[in-house]
């Protein structure tokens, strides 16, 4: 599947279609579900939900694409410099002061 096509699935479609072809990866290394959950330190039921609904938590998301290889995909397209930054610090005080004008 080509990145102009994923453009049109939805999250959960993308998710499946990850989970298809860790499964595929998996399958070309020869391993079975269980040995390839135990060498990522993932419970065997997790990864067999994730092969199946392509659910999983994004930390152990992570792991599987490490375990593959991967785990580098996650930045590509991702312009994080172009992302403004808003301090803390302001965020922090704006929250106080509203938590002080709520108690009055």
């Known amino acids: 599947m080509t ?3 994923l453009i049109f699935l939805t999250s959960e479609e993308v998710a499946m279609e990850i989970a298809k072809q860790i499964k595929e990866h998996r399958i070309l290394l020869g391993q079975k579900q269980v040995d390839f959950a135990k060498k990522m330190g993932i419970p065997y039921a997790t990864y067999q939900l994730f092969e199946r609904t ?30 403004e930054v808003v301090g803390i610090q302001a965020i922090r005080e704006s929250q106080d002061k509203n938590r002080r004008q709520r108690v009055r």
């Open 3 to 5: 990145s102009h096509e």
């Open 54 to 83: 392509g659910k999983i938590s994004f930390v152990r998301f992570l792991t599987i694409l490490a375990a593959v290889g991967k785990k580098d995909l996650i930045f590509k397209g991702l312009e994080l410099d172009d992302v």
